[in-house]
């Protein structure tokens, strides 16, 4: 059974920074594909940024570019969240999830696409 737990969640003011990050149970993590999801209240669960199985590609939604960097490091089962710039819309509950696939990099955004998911962390930007 695969199991992801986040950690790294918290109350911040607009500006600040956090880093997210995702430990992986198992040893097939590089068979994964690894994205970050959010979701505010009321509001669907939406993608955020996702990372190839190899580390070398990565994507990210339009709100959180230049401002969130994801990262992983496969010896460790690990994906990071880097979230600088931080404004009161990024305020939400973050997901991280899991997609098995045999292609090193497909871009997947859809909560559908992704067969594994954490327990989530809260973050709150305060204006």
């Known amino acids: 059974q695969v199991q992801l737990v986040e950690s790294g969640g918290g109350l911040v003011q607009a500006g600040g920074s956090l880093r997210l990050a995702c430990v992986v149970s198992g040893r097939t993590f590089t068979s994964y594909v690894m994205g970050w999801f959010r979701q505010a209240p009321g509001k669907e669960r939406e993608f955020v940024t996702a990372i190839s199985r190899n580390g070398e590609n990565t994507a990210y939604a339009d709100s959180v570019k230049g401002r969130f960097t994801i990262s992983r490091d496969n010896a460790k089962n690990t994906v990071s969240l880097r979230m600088n710039s931080l404004k009161p819309e990024d305020t939400a509950i973050y997901y991280c999830?899991?997609?098995?696939?045999?292609?090193?990099?497909?871009?997947?955004?859809?909560?559908?696409?992704?067969?594994?998911w954490g327990q989530g962390t809260q973050v709150t930007v305060s204006s």
């Open positions: 999830a899991a997609k098995r696939t045999i292609m090193v990099w497909r871009t997947s955004t859809s909560p559908s696409e992704y067969d594994y």
